[in-house]
């Protein structure tokens, strides 16, 4: 990359007026990008429990403050095979509501190259033209100095089937986000 183009990336990045932050990753050689506000915490991988007749794309569960915690790995939910175990690959803690009215509740997620942050105005994110209904998370996209960026709606991630099996209904307010 040119340092003109590092310059105009850096500039795009700047926070100013309607910008939110956004954590960078990658899925293969595509960007996607997690609204700062719904990652509660941003972790190193860890070792997990693994969690028997999950979808393959379920990594397992790992136990954070006390509650126990289910993980997701993006690029085996997008169909790319399971993310590397490499040092730019972490786990994010993201806070994931399955409807309007649902209490938050902790959702982790391995995501590859996870190491930038950038401010975008989310008005700059347009629709796609693609009606994907096996990858509803999948949100509008916006291209800027480092080509096309997609935004990943974190309470679309999970299919009902999915989400009964991880969040049961019966469990109380476990896993429950703290105020």
């Known amino acids: 990359m040119t340092s003109a183009a590092v310059r105009a990336r850096t500039a795009a990045g700047h926070a100013g007026p309607g910008r939110r932050l956004?954590?960078?990753?990658?899925?293969?050689?595509?960007?996607?990008?997690?609204?700062?506000?719904?990652?509660?915490?941003?972790?190193g991988l860890r070792a997990l429990k693994q969690v028997p007749g999950a979808p393959h794309w379920v990594a397992g569960m790992t136990e954070r403050r006390g509650v126990a915690?289910?993980?997701?790995?993006?690029?085996?939910?997008?169909?790319a095979g399971?993310?590397?175990?490499?040092?730019?690959?972490?786990?994010?803690?993201?806070?994931?509501?399955?409807?309007?009215?649902?209490?938050?509740?902790l959702l982790g997620l391995i995501l590859e190259q996870a190491t930038e942050t950038v401010h975008y105005d989310p008005a700059a994110f347009q629709p796609h033209a693609?009606?994907?209904?096996?990858?509803?998370?999948?949100?509008?996209?916006?291209?800027?100095?480092?080509?096309?960026?997609?935004?990943?709606?974190?309470?679309?991630?999970?299919?009902?089937?999915?989400?009964?099996?991880?969040?049961?209904s019966g469990d109380g307010a476990a896993g429950e986000v703290a105020a």
């Not at 595509?30 to 719904?38: E, M, N």
């Not at 999948?138 to 999915?162: I, N, S």
């Open 130 to 168: 693609l009606d994907n209904t096996q990858a509803r998370y999948l949100g509008p996209v916006l291209a800027d100095a480092g080509g096309m960026v997609q935004a990943v709606k974190v309470d679309d991630l999970l299919p009902a089937a999915v989400r009964a099996l991880l969040f049961p």
């Open 69 to 79: 915690v289910p993980v997701i790995d993006m690029s085996a939910l997008a169909g």
């Open 82 to 105: 399971a993310c590397a175990a490499v040092t730019s690959t972490r786990l994010a803690l993201v806070r994931y509501r399955s409807g309007a009215g649902a209490a938050e509740r």
């Open 22 to 43: 956004y954590l960078l990753f990658r899925i293969g050689a595509d960007r996607y990008a997690l609204d700062a506000g719904d990652v509660a915490e941003v972790l």
